[in-house]
């Protein structure tokens, strides 16, 4: 018996065989050249970081989130499914017809027995993988339709055409196989093709023109990968190959460097990244700033980014005239609305660094001198006076004063072993100040060897580089360096998650705690006791800064969960994907725009858990979320408490 085969391009005539490698040619060519002209739009941006350090790990990312998708799996496993479904799919599909073109071209005699029956099976399976990953993928693009469909970017034109040419392809592959074994061929393995042979007479002309379709229809969409949506197969891996596991705000040792104003000025990873973008709006549904109907969008920025590249080229990759990124990406608007909370970064599934780009294009407004007049006082008064707010800096220390808890200070306690760095919310706005004074009772009661700077205490100057003014930046940090090196601290802990996330990750060589790690550290072992329960039903919201920016999800839980009586309920959106109080990023003092306010977004979603009381761990969403109660009309039933403050009440029974 004669090992199970079949003829290599069964029923195509020759002159088909020759026309279709033609255009093989011509799709390849077309092909060729949008990837040498993305090629070369991406090596116009900077290059001021090592990407390809590591490799190792790099590679085993990409295993990780391209080849098996598992960061899309956890953001949205359907997604992840459909995805995976089609890549792996189009993988097999690929290889397979690759194994198709080799067999007919030069050897044909692998292509028997096992070989071929398992080529069958598996082009089936894929097949049918293909098919039902498309299927989901109209379905939820076009029926189910999340949020984050609802306001598409204005050019999104090419969602229909890809998805369709793509359904059609594989559908017609199956009728090319059905109809080819119609003509009385054993199926073997080739079970779906078996199956549908029933349902359709043998028609050589049939079969010959379904045949040229989905051939051509496989061509042109060949040709059009890196033109289209289709493209981000390509540059995606390359982007998490290239991901930085930077947590600081971008360093670039370039004196010439005043920040992006052309598209010259973005890194060569940024311009990848505009390619590498699905436009799946993940970014766009967790972004503040988007959902308080602000015109800023990180998908709209990344698409933007993408068609002024292409819009602006020859076909050749060459911009004669690099555009100026302001109006052409984002509009004034949008580029002073982020609110740096980081949640399109952390929910992008290819590690775009849409947040970054916006900060790298405040820094070319700054350096400038166009910033708006607000964003300019912001950066004026802690210029001159240290603090946003622009009150005096002989003032800093005046809670100490009137403080009936003694503060030590670096000069009356000069052996002390750690530094409380207070910040200015702590040191300056009369709510964050209520919670300074417990806490410093609480730190007395527990021995904690401490000191405050008082009057010498500066700005930290987090904000001040998240709205782009690194000169001003470097120098708030030589002067806290200098005061440092003065009174020689080595440790440093600090209440509010924008001085904890600067000191731990742009400053150098400081041991820095934030200070619910040393409450938790005092509960456990028994110095500090909770010993008066608070009945109070609490929601705790995240802070970006100690959430997204280092990882501290748990510790305050944890801590709520020991103060007796407390119940601990959750916001739907929490821990990684909490939404910020809008505060960051140099809006604490601004006027934002928008339709509602991040505040008031978030005090409505602590206020329908039910919950009594909505804890905070910063002093900006303290700022943030206690006007937020009082205008979205909570004031009364939902009270904003700092987690510290909690802690005092079971400690103190107050
Ligand atoms: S950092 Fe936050 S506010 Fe800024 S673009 Fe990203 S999600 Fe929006
Ligand atoms: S930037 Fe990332 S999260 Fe946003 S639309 Fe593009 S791929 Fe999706």
Redesign the pocket.
Known sequence: MSEPTRELLWGVDEISVLLHFALFIIAGIIFLIGIARAYKLIRMGRNDENRFDRLGNRLLLVVKDALLLLRLFQKEFRMGLMHILILWGIIVLTIGTAVLTIADHFTSEFFRGTFYLVHEALMDIAGIAFIAGTVIAVVNRYVLKPTRFSKKWPFANDDAPVLLSLLLIAVLGFIVEALRLSAGYPAYTAVIGGFLSQFLPFDLSAYRAVWSIHSLLALALIAAVPYSKLFHAIAAPINILTKSDRISARVIEDEEYMGAVTVRDLQWRDLLSSFACMRCGR?QD?????NSGTT?S?MYLMQNLRKNLTDSSSILGKIDEPFTLVDAVLDSEAVW?????????EMCPVYIE??EI?GEIRRGIVESGEAPPDIRDFLTNIQKQKNPWGEAKFKRDQWIKKSDVEVPTVKSNPEFELLWFVGCAHSFDSRSIQVSKKLARILNDIGVNYAVLGREEGCCGNDVRRVGEEGLFQLLKEENTNTFDKYGVQKIFTASPHCYNTFKNEYEGYDVRFILEIIHDAIKSGKLQLKHPVKRKVTFHDPCYLGRYNGMYDLPREILKSIPGIELVEMPRNRNRSF?CGGG?GNLVREYPGEDRPNNIRAKEAAETGAEVLAVACPFCMIMLEDGVKSSGFDGRLQVLDVIELVYDSVYGE
């Open positions: 970014c967790n972004c503040p700033a988007f800023l990180p609305a982020c609110t740096t909370c980081r949640a399109c970064m849409q947040m916006i910020c990023g």
